[in-house]
């Protein structure tokens, strides 16, 4: 799943894939798979990214909660 909210903060940073790529040490083909949610950010590449886009690091594991358990459906048992 696309992470458009991540594509909007770089456009409103004026910054291209190439400057956030450089400024946080990987490839711009690796930011572009995880601007596109192909790959995820370790946490450490999380906190990098945030802080060149300006932005909360954690946004990234914001909802991967809800993919494991969607409609908020726990595993307990209700038995």
């Given amino acids: 799943m696309p992470r458009e909210w991540l594509a909007q903060l770089r456009v409103q940073a004026e910054k291209t894939h190439e400057d956030v790529a450089s400024a946080v040490d990987v490839s711009r083909q690796y930011y572009g798979m995880i601007e596109s949610?192909?790959?995820?950010?370790?946490?450490?590449?999380a906190k990098k990214i945030g802080a060149v886009l300006n932005f909360e690091w954690t946004l990234f594991f914001?909802?991967?909660?809800?993919?494991?358990?969607?409609?908020?459906?726990?595993?307990?048992?209700?038995?």
Avoid: C, H, W, Y
Avoid at 37 to 45: K, Q, T, Y
């Fill in 37 to 45: 949610g192909i790959r995820n950010p370790s946490v450490e590449l």
């Fill in 62 to 79: 914001a909802d991967q909660g809800n993919e494991m358990f969607p409609d908020n459906q726990s595993t307990k048992d209700t038995a």
